[in-house]
């Protein structure tokens, strides 16, 4: 297929437009993908935007994204023109040290459509195919294309390595945060119990099974801070911070039990700065964990979409043509209560 296509592009950071582009070539062990559903992630691509995280310029950004097979390469027997799919947006080299050693996500050469190498907010994209994965007709793009946070989040329940019975706390209640909550209640956890914001928001995890929600004080944290010491004296196992903000990290700790985890699941801001007690988490023998990508989990996050025990479709709050990209962005970054998933349509057909 040749031809041009719309895409947003940044040509530098802070700086992008809608423009017609080349469609992609398709190689051999390649698919291209018509791009119908590509959400917006707060984190990674108000990061991208602005020149950090993987940026790497010029710039199609968009690493959440599914679509329906244009064009199969001429090596792929398993793909053909029609069928509908998502795709894991990493590509591995398999020959660095890293890969090498069986650790594919630490890859030193690590290409991610949307973040180094072009993405899904455009009306065609390539994959190889190994990377693409077939949906159902059940499951509709805008719920396909939230594979990818759903394997991130399924990475993070892998480096959490829970014990049965254990108790969760997590703060924050953005998009990927309540996905990562419904994986948590779907889990062998003995409690799990979410402080955030926002009523709306609580109130969905509520629909969403979870029985024990606390809203968050933003002006005076010890207002919360006294519920969570009230219902659980003991501490939590686990704690998750989904906000990203230092001073809720800061205060969150004290919830912790002796031996306890402390997962950073949220995308920090590049240049805060997180103070700790080192004799305090010393003294306590916590551990500090982190979770910034995935690879590897994207069957394990269609199954979960596929079967319900993620239900995507009550976290998308806005749609967009791809035109209105600026617009979508500025809603995602400002968050706040009503909105959760911004998700653009390059391709309404």
């Known amino acids: 297929m040749s031809g041009l296509m719309r895409a947003n592009v940044y040509g530098k950071p802070c700086d992008c437009e809608i423009k017609q582009i080349p469609i992609p070539e398709c190689k051999e062990n390649q698919v291209l993908i018509k791009v119908m559903s590509c959400g917006i992630c707060k984190g990674a691509d108000v990061a991208l935007a602005r020149g950090s995280f993987l940026a790497r310029f010029p710039l199609v950004n968009g690493h959440e994204f599914s679509g329906v097979i244009a064009k199969a390469g001429s090596g792929v027997t398993q793909f053909k023109e029609g069928?509908?799919?998502?795709?894991?947006?990493?590509?591995?080299?398999?020959?660095?040290?890293?890969?090498?050693?069986?650790?594919?996500?630490?890859?030193?050469?690590?290409?991610?459509?949307?973040?180094?190498?072009?993405?899904?907010?455009?009306?065609?994209?390539?994959?190889?195919?190994?990377?693409?994965?077939?949906?159902?007709?059940?499951?509709?793009?805008?719920?396909?294309?939230?594979a990818e946070p759903v394997a991130c989040a399924i990475h993070t329940m892998d480096r959490l390595q829970m014990r049965y019975g254990d108790d969760v706390l997590v703060f924050g209640t953005g998009p990927t945060g309540i996905i990562l909550i419904q994986l948590l209640l779907n889990?062998?956890?003995?409690?799990?119990?979410?402080?955030?914001?926002?009523?709306?928001?609580?109130e969905l995890l509520k629909e969403l099974g979870c029985k024990e929600t606390i809203l968050m004080d933003r002006n005076d944290p010890g207002v919360h801070e006294s519920r969570l010491k009230e219902i659980a004296p003991g501490g939590f196992d686990i704690l998750v911070d989904t906000t990203a903000s230092i001073e809720v990290m800061e205060r969150s700790i004290k919830f912790a039990k002796m031996g306890g985890?402390?997962?950073?699941?949220?995308?920090?801001?590049?240049?805060?700065?997180?103070?700790?007690?080192?004799?305090?988490?010393?003294?306590h023998e916590l551990t500090l964990l982190t979770s910034w990508a995935q690879t590897h989990c994207f069957d394990r996050a269609v199954s979960c979409l596929e079967s319900g025990i993620v239900k995507a479709n009550k976290l998308v709050t806005h749609e967009f043509d791809l035109d209105e990209y600026n617009k979508g962005i500025s809603i995602a970054e400002k968050g706040g209560p009503g909105t959760l998933k911004v998700i653009l349509h390059p391709n309404y057909k």
């Open 83 to 146: 069928d509908r799919v998502t795709a894991d947006n990493t590509v591995l080299c398999g020959d660095c040290y890293y890969c090498r050693r069986n650790q594919p996500l630490y890859c030193e050469n690590f290409y991610s459509l949307g973040c180094n190498a072009p993405g899904g907010f455009a009306e065609y994209v390539v994959q190889n195919a190994d990377k693409v994965f077939k949906i159902s007709d059940n499951l509709s793009f805008n719920e396909a294309c939230f």
């Open 187 to 202: 889990s062998c956890a003995g409690r799990v119990v979410v402080c955030g914001p926002s009523k709306d928001k609580l």
């Open 261 to 283: 985890k402390f997962m950073m699941f949220a995308m920090p801001h590049e240049s805060a700065k997180w103070t700790i007690e080192p004799d305090y988490w010393y003294l």
